[in-house]
């Protein structure tokens, strides 16, 4: 079993930024990927940036140039950066971690970005 928890999301201005966390815990050792998806109200989830076991990144093209998605090992956590905040950036994100077959989910945090 593979535990995240989600941090950081809150109520910014367009133009701001935002670091949200995923902490992992449990069994964590084999995870191939990891990634942010985000669900804005009345609309399907969808992959915001995947990060690879080798450090490859991948991001929706909305969000290029904007977003960064990291990891720092020692502290079991990954990051995305979000800078340049839009309004359509709005919604509720959620980490996740792919382990063999399974994807294990965050619980969610919610990024508000007000006009």
């Known amino acids: 079993q593979v535990q995240l928890v989600e941090s950081g999301g809150g109520l910014v201005q367009t133009g701001g930024s935002l670091r949200l966390s995923c902490t992992v815990s449990?069994?964590?050792?084999?995870?191939?990927?990891m990634g942010w998806y985000r669900q804005a109200p009345g609309k399907q989830r969808e992959l915001v940036a995947q990060l690879g076991s080798g450090g490859s990144t991948n991001y929706t093209d909305s969000v290029k140039g904007r977003f960064a998605i990291f990891r720092d090992n020692a502290k079991s956590t990954m990051y995305l950066q979000m800078n340049s905040l839009k309004a359509e950036d709005t919604g509720v994100y959620y980490c996740?971690?792919?382990?063999?077959?399974?994807?294990?989910w965050g619980q969610g945090t919610q990024v508000t970005v007000s006009s």
């Open positions: 996740y971690a792919k382990l063999a077959l399974l994807k294990y």
């Open positions: 449990g069994r964590s050792f084999g995870i191939s990927l």
